[in-house]
């Protein structure tokens, strides 16, 4: 699972009690599963923060060489090589907290079909 953290990161979450070696490889990192390594907090969870750019970004972890999705995370999706899980991480960072997934996957506060029944309402009041 993923959150943004308050000042701006993301922290990256991952169960995974018998592993030994836990790293995330993603399109912020080049797909480079040695830079980012987890650390082991006890009770099989696995955790670490980056600062990553604003964006939808996709990723996986890596654990003992096996890879996995991360359901959990703002969403899914599917590459030639299985799923990716997605991680969205908003311009300004922390002042996005507590803000719906949804938003944070749209990249905006209102959905598109928010806006169009938003402006329907201006025009019936108006």
Not at 5 to 20: H, I, K, M, N, Q
Not at 22 to 28: K, Y
Not at 50 to 66: M, T
Request: aromatic content about 12%.
């Amino acid at each position: 699972m993923t959150r943004l953290t308050d000042d701006g990161r993301v922290e990256f979450r991952f169960y995974r009690p018998d592993a030994s070696d836990v790293r995330i490889a993603g399109d912020f990192n080049q797909w480079d599963r040695s830079s980012l390594v987890m650390q082991h907090d006890g009770n099989g969870w696995w955790t670490t923060t980056a600062e990553i750019n604003s964006g939808d970004h996709r990723f996986r972890y890596c654990a003992d060489g096996k890879w996995y999705t991360d359901y959990a995370a703002n969403g899914v999706e599917q590459s030639k090589l299985g799923w990716n899980s997605i991680v969205s991480v908003p311009k300004g960072g922390a002042a996005w907290q507590g803000r719906s997934s949804e938003s944070r996957i749209s990249g905006s506060d209102i959905t598109g079909k928010e806006q169009a029944k938003k402006q329907n309402k201006e025009k019936l009041v108006a």
